[in-house]
């Protein structure tokens, strides 16, 4: 069984859309991330979060934590060509542990 | 920048035989980790490394051995290869504590297919 659920699996979006990614789970994390992954290479982290209810802002992304630190949600407006992607969030479960636990990922295809 | 650094980039095993992933870094960090990721199932921790001579089990660690005799380098072995085992194969290292303010680094890869 997969700890951290996202949803949709796929997506494909129009240039300059918007759209917005989730990151499900039963359990608690002490703080969450999110990735992308390019074809070929390793997972590169675009944020990280750690309190509850939290918000960032990384240019057109958006990312929030949930209040109860259990799910988490990523957010693109006027999404780009560049934005494709695969999109992973990973979660910890203990303050100050580095292991992580991945979702199942997201895979953002936008089409100019 | 190197980062991390995984050897080789490709690598077809027969059912039975043992290989060694390499994995290197060379930003002085405690905590080193091995992943495997397959379709629909994202990365899976196999083991983890918080300095020299210390080693940890992840979540599917059954089928690999490892080891950390410097702080550079985290070898991922596998002793008797079977089909279930290919994987693209992802290490990773950080500043080991918490990762509020910290970046893991993972390297590019090492796909592995074994017939």
């Known amino acids: 069984t997969q700890l951290l659920e996202q949803s949709p699996q796929f997506l494909s979006i129009q240039e300059g859309e918007n759209l917005t990614v989730y990151c499900n789970s039963s359990?608690?994390?002490?703080?969450l991330q999110w990735y992308r992954q390019e074809p070929g290479e390793g997972p590169v982290l675009l944020v990280t979060?750690?309190?509850?209810?939290e918000v960032k802002k990384l240019k057109r992304l958006t990312f929030q934590f949930g209040d109860a630190r259990k799910d988490s949600s990523l957010h693109i407006t006027a999404a780009q060509p560049g934005d494709t992607g695969l999109y992973l969030c990973?979660?910890?479960?203990?303050?100050?542990?580095?292991?992580?636990?991945f979702g199942t990922g997201t895979r953002l295809t936008v089409i100019p | 920048n190197a980062g991390v650094t995984q050897t080789p980039k490709f690598q077809v095993l027969k059912t039975g035989q043992s290989m060694t992933l390499q994995c290197a870094q060379d930003?002085?960090?405690?905590?080193m980790s091995w992943y495997r990721q397959d379709p629909g199932m994202g990365l899976r921790l196999i083991h983890y490394?918080?300095?020299?001579?210390?080693?940890d089990q992840g979540e599917v660690p059954n089928g690999y051995n490892v080891s950390r005799s410097t702080t550079e380098d985290f070898p991922l072995r596998l002793l008797s290869a079977a089909p279930s085992q290919t994987s693209v194969y992802f290490c990773?290292?950080?500043?080991?504590?918490?990762?509020?303010?910290?970046?893991?680094?993972f390297g590019e890869g090492s796909w592995l297919t074994v017939v």
């Open positions: 990773a290292s950080s500043v080991w504590g918490s990762l509020s303010g910290n970046t893991i680094y």
């Open positions: 490394s918080v300095g020299a001579g210390i080693t």
């Open positions: 930003m002085n960090h405690e905590y």
């Open positions: 979060v750690v309190t509850g209810g």
């Open positions: 990973a979660g910890a479960r203990r303050t100050g542990a580095n292991n992580l636990f």
């Open positions: 359990s608690v994390f002490s703080s």
